[in-house]
């Protein structure tokens, strides 16, 4: 496809030429022919976290240039994360947000599509289907400007269906509660499941449980995203047989919550690298940290936020923390992953520019 895209890329600016054409002008096009296969083939898989002081905005712009925003973050007055959404597809290039994947339906998920989809063109509408929470006024009346919005353009995502970002792989792990009954390939039996111990206070706001969860394959990487699930839902997922299998790259579910985040999902899945979508307030308990870094093969924590709740050291190092200030202040530093073809990826904190490279497994 990118080759493809390439050579079209090429030929409508260049032109087809005919026999007759002039050496020069043949050899010039092969000259941007060349150019555009090699900038095709080099190009990467960047994820944005987009600081919404705790809400939830990822970003990912596959190397086709197409574009999968994972939920809008909040509403405030002034537009604050529509804003900031937007600044960072600007960053990005986009033109429009090709699918916006709504993990489920709270405010720190889908605060700003509204005001969002007033400033850049939204394609296409995934979601787990209805909301659960229709008896609170706030939930059903942003549900009901989705459903108004997305009219036409709307999917129900069920576990196993590919989310169709081109020039990535991207599995639907779990929606509405129903997981994927057959393992990602690397999955398989948990050892860690004798310990699970299950949570017995009921989820307070059960359109949690319905998060979508995917796992986006980039060549050898491996992302995770869960949206907000709750500890019993990713039991589903890992116990008593992993069935997603080891990933490189975790944006900690739930802003990095301990109503998420079970010692088994986390040890089972792997990952090298954690990102916390963390706010000031909110994600972050000291235990979570914990369960992260006796992870078998973690390697580094990302944070969005300093967490200002727990004792900073228990916080990663300051410089791979996009934002230290309490909301009031806070400017909305972004990290980023860019992935290479070939599987390293570097991770970037925009707000000192500190960035590190890792490995795909
Ligand atoms: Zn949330």
Known sequence: MLIKSALLRVFLRVGVYPLRASPRRVSISLVLLAAALLSAASRSLDIYWIDAEGGAATLIVSPSGQSLLVD??????????AKRIFAAAQQAGLKKIDILLTTHFHGDHIGAMQALSKMIPIEMYMDHGDSVELNRPNVAAQYKAYVELSQGKRKVLQPGDRIPL????????????????KAMKGGGPNATCKDWQDRTIPEPDPDN??????????GKFKFVDMGDLTWNYE????????????????????????RSNSPQFVWGIKPRVAVMNNGPRKGGPVSVFETLRQSPGLEDIWQGH??????????TDEKMIANLEPTAECK????????????KYTVTNQRNGFSKTYASR
Request: proline share 7%; glycine share 10%.
């Open 235 to 258: 039991k589903k997922l890992v116990c008593p047989d992993n069935l997603i299998g080891p990933v490189d790259l975790y944006q900690t579910t739930h802003h990095g919550l301990d």
């Open 72 to 81: 809008t973050a909040n509403r405030t007055p002034d537009d604050r994360d």
């Open 306 to 315: 300093l967490a200002l709740g727990i004792p900073k050291e228990v916080n």
């Open 332 to 343: 909305g530093n972004l990290l980023k992953v860019s992935v290479a073809p070939d599987g």
């Open 166 to 181: 081109k020039g990535a792989d991207i599995t639907v792990l779990i929606s509405a509660g129903k997981p994927i009954t």
């Open 209 to 218: 449980d319905q998060s979508v969860g995917f796992l986006l394959k980039f």
